[in-house]
């Protein structure tokens, strides 16, 4: 059964700092991986799909790498500013359908 | 890209009452359609697989006497939760692949919060 973890679980930074968000999966036999964002009470705002073929993607200050032989992705967030505070999310999408299995997410507050 | 709406955004009833939630997709045909439950300050929990023209599919430990889910159409999707009780408050969401069974991108509905009294 697929499991995945993020770390950390939340984050308080200053605006105008670049930072890392971890995701780590058990299960290495996955189809893509997909970086979500969600707001208090919304629900998910999709940033990010990486297929299993590639490394990475990038969009705006956003980059998401995958790894799939180590388990891991990570996105990375270039000169956050308060409007990015939200919680962000990763899933593993199995290679058999379209199931998503969802982390914990990581919980990030930029202070102005 | 893609839109999926959930109808209602919010509801409130009566412990005992059943509820029922719409899942649509609006622009593509969905014959697979996820839902998720969010409890607060939790991930999302995959409850069931909803196949158009067939049985849903449950994750384990979801009741499906409970979590009634009907896909009567390639873009309609409804989860029933039935006999209701407070601890079934929480955050509905659904999910479709444009393109099922290929590990495509989902696209998700904005959810729908259900507060049971």
């Known amino acids: 059964k697929q499991e995945v973890t993020q770390i950390p679980a939340a984050l308080s930074v200053p605006e105008g700092e670049n930072l890392v968000l971890n995701c780590s999966f058990t299960?290495?036999?996955?189809?893509?991986l997909q970086w979500f964002r969600q707001d208090p009470g919304k629900g998910l705002t999709s940033l990010l799909l990486?297929?299993?073929?590639?490394r990475e993607q990038t969009s705006g200050r956003l980059n998401a790498s995958l790894d799939k032989s180590s388990g891991r992705s990570t996105l990375y967030i270039a000169a956050s500013q308060p409007g990015d505070s939200a919680t962000y999310l990763c899933?593993?999408?199995?290679?058999?359908?379209?199931?998503?299995?969802f982390g914990e997410g990581t919980q990030l507050t930029v202070n102005p | 890209g893609a839109v999926v709406s959930q109808h209602p955004s919010w509801v409130i009833c009566k412990s005992g009452t059943s509820v029922k939630i719409e899942c649509r997709s609006l622009d593509f045909q969905a014959t697979t359609m996820f839902w998720y439950r969010q409890f607060p300050k939790q991930s999302l929990m995959l409850m069931a697989t909803s196949n158009e023209g067939s049985k849903a599919t449950y994750e384990q430990g979801v009741e499906k006497d409970k979590f009634l889910i009907n896909h009567a159409s390639l873009t309609l999707s409804t989860l029933t939760v039935t006999s209701a009780h407070p601890e079934d408050s929480s955050f509905y969401i659904c999910?479709?692949?444009?393109?099922?069974?290929?590990?495509?991108?989902?696209?998700f509905g904005p959810g729908t919060r259900l507060t049971v009294t």
């Open positions: 999910s479709a692949p444009k393109i099922p069974g290929k590990g495509g991108e989902q696209y």
């Open positions: 990486i297929q299993s073929s590639q």
């Open positions: 899933a593993a999408i199995e290679t058999s359908g379209s199931r998503l299995t």
């Open positions: 299960d290495s036999a996955i189809y893509n």
